[in-house]
């Protein structure tokens, strides 16, 4: 699960233009489905960056059985 919020990071912080929708979209159907997901709240592309970092930095939940990282996008 870190090296799948590493690798979502990576590509963050590599575009210039983020479409937050299409990457929660993305996440949600593009993907194989699995059981159990990391969920993460965020009204901005910085703040996603920035709960990935903590996660990847504290990544404890990983022996949790998490498989699969799931965004929800907050509107202001």
């Known amino acids: 699960m870190t090296r799948q919020a590493e690798k979502l990071r990576n590509f963050l912080l590599k575009e210039n233009a983020i479409d937050l929708v299409s990457v929660a979209y993305t996440l949600q159907v593009g993907r194989e489905e699995m059981v ?20 990847i930095q504290n990544p404890n939940l990983e022996g949790n059985g998490v498989k699969a990282l799931f965004l929800l996008i907050v509107g202001t």
């Open 36 to 55: 159990e997901r990391l969920a993460m709240v965020t009204m901005s592309v910085d703040q996603l960056i920035a709960n990935l970092d903590s996660f």
